[in-house]
């Protein structure tokens, strides 16, 4: 039932982020927003509408699903949602990195970027 | 924290319904993080952010919807189309209507502060109103004091020789203070001055754009030249702007007014249109009762010739007649009625289709598609359903216009009417708005209220009974809407046949007119117009076929006035409608070429001339006026300065068109004229009458007068059928329309009972299979469908009669003596509704009767 990958592309780069966020495990909103701070090194931080917004229109393509299950109980808070990425999510994410893959490759052939990152 | 959830109130609901929560504390806990020297930067920052995303969610809602939209519609390709056609049938008749009435009613005339721009009629007691003469005039401007400026014109004709063909031009000729008054400036040169404006003076001229551009190629260096007018040279000192149109559309150019010194002396001499600008700050209640003053003042020193005169003051733009103004409103009524049906109808085809997706409606519910966000999408359904009608409709409007604008009247001074500007395009865009929130909204609300979990149920019947008692409410408003629009235009039809119907007096088959007007001074002199006249009927006679031709002042219909007083014996000169008639000079052969019967006594006759008795022949009805059973031949009138004896007298003729009463008529022979008087009355109108195809006559006749005089101008050539025709043109258009309204009421409404009833049907399937397997006779089905079709038609006739009723009344001055309760239109209305219903329930009652017990219940 889901549109092929490559349709979706290129994709926005909350969405991207989002779901490299969401990679490794499932994640609250919050959670979410501190991951991709980190992994910028502070650089990119998603305020609350752009979030939830992407989050909206990811769950209608299909990218991510909400979870009923709850981590341990200690950790959890029972006001927050949390998110995983589906297989079709993860597909997606593999399509665009390949895109930027070859984009970069392009981009070094031009003599744009350093030969080695 | 408290102005962020407000913040958040710009976001859709349906969004906040679901992660307001978790952005709250988000940002509870950005606001934890952030120093308070940094507050008012990550507000600003906060503000902008969720402006823009809210934008961004409501966007992507919207193309969401869209899509749903179009997913929906494409399913069911029938219903759209039907949809879009209704509305845009509803809308462009409105468009249409709108920007027809809106030139003639709402639209300010296009000059500085119009609305301080009035009229001065002079009033007499049994005359109505009527333009003053140059004397009251005088007097008025010299006491009154509620205006500002004021001037006056006149309308008249003229043969201009320019490059060519010698043309005859309407032209008008104003006072120095009538352009003043306007605040109009020409485009290039100067106005009238007062040395133009003197009796004596040079002439002058203003031309038209129009003119200007067509004779002269709009040529700037046009100023300071010469024009031949009417054979006198007249100096060009400007060219008026292109949106000047005044007095009427068709002025093509403008003369000094040059009244003659004694212009003033004759007190009932009423010929000049004065215009007035209200001082700042005067009513015209104030500048009415002023003139009120003014005018018993002239009365008492004038006790003669101003008796009983009054004068009226209105505002410009007001004086459209009352008849225009009747027929433009009944029209927007009619357009309204249209989309009235328009709009129920699509409410009921949306309700039809929202019931049958109740169950999708409850599975969305049910999985958590908030009742809001259900909403939403109904209403960008029937948005885009309007919106696509209303596009379509502005191009029906577009197509239709320039086909209405003979409604608009003539005197006006604006442009064309095909004027689609963005007033008219504003209206038509309202009206698809709210077309689509009025259809849309709701049903919508409707079926969210009942999206429960009910529809779920297997087998549930869609449609409970109270939607059936609104979709049914729906329809009987239709069926009323179309019930009035019937009998309007049956009643308005029934007039124009009568108006049609009516006898002119006279035979129009086969005859042929054109105008040449003479000019002055060349053709002062009676005997030189004699020569001219005889020269080009002698020889016009002579032509194959040509069984008639004669000359007269003014066509019948095409020119109604020409009314003098008349005095007979005893009567006093008391000016008044009881003692009127028209006047008009003819040559002999006038009544053969007419056929107009003489009764007793003779014709004019070519020795009636200057040196013998004033003669007249007049009309029966002014006969049995004087002198009822009495002999009128012999008998002694004075009229037009002169005694005249009655020698003939002949059939009436309706003078002022189908929709009038007439004056009665006097007739006079054309030689019994002095030099240079009565040059309004004298002949011009050539009437020819010939056997067979009297049009195919016109090169020989041009030749005939090209030879008489080679400059003189030929116009106006019609047939007299045409004239006659115009004369009920503006009227059989507006009875066109409102036919083509009431066919379209009559359609929407039969879709509507068939919309009804088709629902009942199918929705019922299962329960007429149980009666049908329980031995119900198909009959017995059939007759209960036909039985509720006609319930609904009864229940919207009743109500619609009443309506229509009012409405007649309403328009009874526009229905030449047809009664608003005319028994035949009643009942042709309420037949056409009979049929109507029949038509509507037709197929639901075949399906009906076909329904098959076995699968209806199979199908649990």
């Given at each position: 039932?889901?549109?092929?990958?490559?349709?979706?592309?290129?994709?926005?780069?909350?969405?991207?982020?989002?779901?490299?966020?969401?990679?490794?495990?499932?994640?609250?909103?919050?959670?979410?927003?501190?991951?991709?701070?980190?992994?910028?090194?502070?650089?990119?931080?998603?305020?609350?509408?752009?979030?939830?917004?992407?989050?909206?229109?990811?769950?209608?393509?299909?990218?991510?699903?909400?979870?009923?299950?709850?981590?341990?109980?200690?950790?959890?808070?029972?006001?927050?949602?949390?998110?995983?990425?589906?297989?079709?999510?993860?597909?997606?994410?593999?399509?665009?990195?390949?895109?930027?893959?070859?984009?970069?490759?392009?981009?070094?052939?031009?003599?744009?970027?350093?030969?080695?990152? | 924290?408290?102005?962020?959830?407000?913040?958040?109130?710009?976001?859709?609901?349906?969004?906040?319904?679901?992660?307001?929560?978790?952005?709250?504390?988000?940002?509870?806990?950005?606001?934890?993080?952030?120093?308070?020297?940094?507050?008012?930067?990550?507000?600003?920052?906060?503000?902008?952010?969720?402006?823009?995303?809210?934008?961004?969610?409501?966007?992507?809602?919207l193309?969401?919807d869209l899509r749903y939209t179009a997913r929906a519609l494409r399913r069911t390709p029938g219903f759209a189309v039907t949809a879009v056609l209704v509305v845009a049938l509803g809308i462009g008749a409105n468009t249409a209507a709108f920007s027809l009435a809106d030139q003639a009613l709402l639209r300010?005339?296009?000059?500085?502060?119009?609305?301080?721009?009035?009229?001065?009629?002079?009033?007499?007691?049994?005359?109505?109103?009527?333009?003053?003469?140059?004397?009251?005039?005088?007097?008025?401007?010299?006491?009154?004091?509620?205006?500002?400026?004021?001037?006056?014109?006149?309308?008249?004709?003229?043969?201009?020789?320019?490059?060519?063909?010698?043309?005859?031009?309407?032209?008008?000729?104003?006072?120095?203070?009538?352009?003043?008054?306007?605040?109009?400036?020409?485009?290039?040169?100067?106005?009238?001055?007062?040395?133009?404006?003197?009796?004596?003076?040079?002439?002058?001229?203003?031309?038209?754009?129009?003119?200007?551009?067509?004779?002269?190629?709009?040529?700037?260096?046009?100023?300071?030249?010469?024009?031949?007018?009417?054979?006198?040279?007249?100096?060009?000192?400007?060219?008026?702007?292109?949106?000047?149109?005044?007095?009427?559309?068709?002025?093509?150019?403008?003369?000094?007014?040059?009244?003659?010194?004694?212009?003033?002396?004759?007190?009932?001499?009423?010929?000049?249109?004065?215009?007035?600008?209200?001082?700042?700050?005067?009513?015209?209640?104030?500048?009415?009762?002023?003139?009120?003053?003014?005018?018993?003042?002239?009365?008492?020193?004038?006790?003669?010739?101003?008796?009983?005169?009054?004068?009226?003051?209105?505002?410009?733009?007001?004086?459209?007649?009352?008849?225009s103004r009747l027929l433009l409103y009944a029209l927007v009524a009619a357009a309204a009625c249209v989309l009235l049906i328009a709009c129920t109808n699509l409410a009921n085809l949306l309700l039809v289709r929202a019931?049958?997706?109740?169950?999708?409606?409850?599975?969305?519910?049910?999985?958590?598609?908030?009742?809001?966000?259900?909403v939403r999408q109904l209403t960008t359904e029937s948005l885009v359903l309007a919106l696509a009608g209303g596009a379509l409709g502005v191009l029906v409007a577009t197509v239709t216009v320039p086909l209405l604008s003979r409604l608009v009247?003539?005197?006006?001074?604006v442009g064309q009417a095909s004027a689609f500007d963005w007033r008219v395009l504003l209206f038509a865009a309202a009206l698809t708005a709210l077309t689509g929130v009025c259809f849309g909204v709701a049903p919508a609300?409707?079926?969210?209220?009942?999206?429960?979990?009910?529809?779920?149920?297997?087998?549930?019947?869609?449609?409970?009974?109270?939607?059936?008692?609104?979709r049914?409410?729906l329809v009987v408003a239709e069926v009323a809407a179309s019930v009035v629009l019937l009998?309007s235009t049956?009643?308005l039809?029934?007039?124009?046949?009568?108006?049609?119907?009516?006898?002119?007096?006279?035979?129009?088959?086969?005859?042929?007119?054109?105008?040449?007007?003479?000019?002055?001074?060349?053709?002062?002199?009676?005997?030189?117009?004699?020569?001219?006249?005889?020269?080009?009927?002698?020889?016009?006679?002579?032509?194959?076929?040509?069984?008639?031709?004669?000359?007269?002042?003014?066509?019948?219909?095409?020119?109604?006035?020409?009314?003098?007083?008349?005095?007979?014996?005893?009567?006093?000169?008391?000016?008044?409608?009881?003692?009127?008639?028209?006047?008009?000079?003819?040559?002999?052969?006038?009544?053969?070429?007419?056929?107009?019967?003489?009764?007793?006594?003779?014709?004019?006759?070519?020795?009636?001339?200057?040196?013998?008795?004033?003669?007249?022949?007049?009309?029966?009805?002014?006969?049995?006026?004087?002198?009822?059973?009495?002999?009128?031949?012999?008998?002694?009138?004075?009229?037009?300065?002169?005694?005249?004896?009655?020698?003939?007298?002949?059939?009436?003729?309706?003078?002022?068109?189908?929709?009038?009463?007439?004056?009665?008529?006097?007739?006079?022979?054309?030689?019994?004229?002095?030099?240079?008087?009565?040059?309004?009355?004298?002949?011009?109108?050539?009437?020819?009458?010939?056997?067979?195809?009297?049009?195919?006559?016109?090169?020989?006749?041009?030749?005939?007068?090209?030879?008489?005089?080679?400059?003189?101008?030929?116009?106006?050539?019609?047939?007299?059928?045409?004239?006659?025709?115009?004369?009920?043109?503006s009227?059989a258009v507006e009875v066109r329309i409102l036919a083509a309204f009431a066919a379209v009421a009559f359609l929407l409404a039969a879709i509507g009972i068939h919309g009804v009833?088709?629902?009942?049907?199918?929705?019922?399937?299962?329960?007429?299979?149980?009666?049908?397997?329980?031995?119900?006779?198909?009959?017995?089905?059939?007759?209960?469908?036909?039985?509720?079709?006609?319930?609904?038609?009864?229940?919207g006739?009743?109500?619609g009669?009443?309506v229509?009723?009012?409405s007649?009344?309403?328009?009874?001055?526009?229905?030449?003596?047809?009664?608003?309760?005319?028994?035949?239109?009643?009942?042709?209305?309420?037949?056409l509704?009979?049929?109507m219903?029949?038509l509507g329930?037709?197929?639901?009652?075949?399906?009906?009767?076909?329904?098959?017990?076995?699968?209806?219940?199979?199908?649990?």
């Amino acid at each position: 039932m889901d549109p092929h990958p490559a349709s979706l592309l290129p994709l926005p780069s909350a969405t991207f982020y989002i779901l490299m966020a969401l990679a490794a495990e499932d994640r609250h909103g919050y959670a979410i927003i501190q991951d991709i701070e980190q992994r910028t090194n502070g650089a990119l931080r998603l305020s609350a509408g752009t979030l939830y917004r992407s989050i909206q229109r990811m769950l209608e393509q299909g990218l991510l699903v909400e979870t009923n299950d709850r981590p341990a109980p200690e950790f959890d808070d029972e006001r927050r949602r949390y998110y995983r990425i589906t297989p079709f999510g993860a597909a997606v994410a593999r399509a665009e990195a390949a895109r930027l893959n070859d984009l970069v490759r392009m981009a070094r052939a031009s003599g744009f970027a350093p030969e080695k990152a | 924290m408290r102005l962020y959830r407000l913040l958040l109130h710009l976001y859709p609901a349906s969004f906040r319904n679901e992660y307001a929560e978790e952005m709250c504390g988000v940002f509870a806990r950005r606001l934890r993080d952030t120093s308070v020297p940094a507050l008012p930067a990550l507000w600003t920052g906060v503000f902008f952010e969720v402006l823009f995303n809210s934008l961004a969610v409501h966007a992507d809602i919207l193309r969401q919807d869209l899509r749903y939209t179009a997913r929906a519609l494409r399913r069911t390709p029938g219903f759209a189309v039907t949809a879009v056609l209704v509305v845009a049938l509803g809308i462009g008749a409105n468009t249409a209507a709108f920007s027809l009435a809106d030139q003639a009613l709402l639209r300010p005339l296009p000059f500085p502060d119009p609305g301080r721009l009035v009229r001065i009629w002079e009033t007499e007691s049994g005359y109505g109103e009527m333009e003053p003469s140059p004397a009251n005039y005088r007097d008025w401007k010299a006491m009154s004091h509620s205006f500002s400026a004021m001037g006056y014109y006149t309308n008249s004709a003229l043969n201009l020789v320019g490059k060519g063909e010698p043309e005859r031009i309407q032209i008008a000729m104003f006072d120095k203070d009538l352009l003043p008054a306007l605040e109009v400036q020409p485009l290039f040169g100067r106005i009238f001055s007062p040395a133009d404006d003197r009796d004596g003076a040079p002439g002058t001229v203003l031309l038209s754009y129009g003119l200007w551009q067509r004779q002269f190629g709009g040529d700037r260096g046009i100023l300071g030249r010469q024009l031949l007018l009417n054979g006198e040279r007249f100096t060009v000192i400007g060219v008026m702007p292109r949106d000047f149109y005044f007095p009427s559309r068709d002025t093509q150019l403008w003369t000094a007014f040059r009244l003659k010194a004694d212009g003033y002396a004759d007190r009932n001499d009423n010929w000049i249109y004065p215009i007035a600008r209200l001082r700042a700050g005067v009513t015209v209640a104030q500048a009415s009762s002023e003139m009120a003053v003014v005018s018993a003042q002239l009365e008492r020193q004038y006790p003669q010739e101003n008796q009983k005169i009054g004068a009226r003051v209105v505002r410009m733009g007001e004086d459209v007649s009352p008849q225009s103004r009747l027929l433009l409103y009944a029209l927007v009524a009619a357009a309204a009625c249209v989309l009235l049906i328009a709009c129920t109808n699509l409410a009921n085809l949306l309700l039809v289709r929202a019931l049958m997706r109740e169950k999708e409606l409850a599975v969305r519910t049910a999985i958590g598609a908030g009742r809001e966000r259900l909403v939403r999408q109904l209403t960008t359904e029937s948005l885009v359903l309007a919106l696509a009608g209303g596009a379509l409709g502005v191009l029906v409007a577009t197509v239709t216009v320039p086909l209405l604008s003979r409604l608009v009247p003539n005197s006006l001074p604006v442009g064309q009417a095909s004027a689609f500007d963005w007033r008219v395009l504003l209206f038509a865009a309202a009206l698809t708005a709210l077309t689509g929130v009025c259809f849309g909204v709701a049903p919508a609300w409707r079926i969210c209220r009942h999206a429960d979990l009910t529809a779920l149920r297997e087998g549930a019947r869609a449609g409970s009974g109270k939607k059936e008692v609104l979709r049914s409410a729906l329809v009987v408003a239709e069926v009323a809407a179309s019930v009035v629009l019937l009998v309007s235009t049956g009643l308005l039809l029934r007039a124009l046949w009568k108006l049609q119907g009516n006898d002119p007096g006279f035979r129009t088959e086969g005859v042929l007119t054109l105008r040449t007007a003479l000019p002055s001074p060349k053709y002062d002199s009676t005997a030189s117009r004699t020569a001219f006249l005889n020269r080009v009927l002698g020889e016009v006679r002579q032509l194959p076929g040509v069984t008639g031709a004669a000359y007269i002042s003014f066509l019948p219909m095409a020119m109604g006035g020409g009314i003098w007083p008349v005095e007979v014996g005893e009567h006093v000169v008391e000016r008044s409608a009881a003692h009127t008639a028209s006047m008009r000079f003819v040559t002999p052969g006038f009544f053969a070429a007419l056929r107009i019967p003489i009764e007793t006594g003779r014709d004019v006759e070519e020795n009636d001339t200057l040196g013998r008795q004033y003669v007249a022949v007049v009309s029966r009805s002014f006969a049995s006026r004087y002198w009822p059973r009495q002999d009128p031949l012999g008998r002694h009138f004075k009229m037009a300065f002169q005694d005249r004896t009655v020698v003939g007298v002949v059939g009436d003729i309706r003078v002022r068109g189908m929709e009038r009463e007439s004056e009665p008529q006097v007739y006079f022979p054309y030689r019994q004229v002095e030099d240079a008087s009565f040059q309004f009355y004298q002949p011009k109108d050539l009437v020819i009458r010939a056997a067979g195809n009297s049009a195919g006559l016109l090169p020989q006749v041009y030749r005939i007068i090209r030879s008489a005089d080679s400059e003189q101008p030929i116009s106006d050539v019609r047939t007299l059928a045409d004239i006659v025709e115009s004369s009920t043109a503006s009227r059989a258009v507006e009875v066109r329309i409102l036919a083509a309204f009431a066919a379209v009421a009559f359609l929407l409404a039969a879709i509507g009972i068939h919309g009804v009833l088709a629902f009942v049907v199918s929705s019922r399937s299962r329960e007429i299979g149980v009666r049908m397997a329980l031995g119900a006779q198909r009959g017995a089905i059939v007759g209960a469908v036909l039985l509720r079709g006609a319930l609904l038609a009864a229940a919207g006739a009743i109500p619609g009669v009443a309506v229509a009723w009012f409405s007649g009344k309403s328009m009874e001055a526009l229905l030449a003596g047809i009664k608003p309760y005319d028994a035949a239109t009643f009942l042709a209305a309420t037949g056409l509704c009979l049929l109507m219903t029949l038509l509507g329930c037709v197929l639901p009652a075949w399906r009906a009767a076909r329904v098959d017990p076995i699968t209806a219940m199979r199908n649990e």
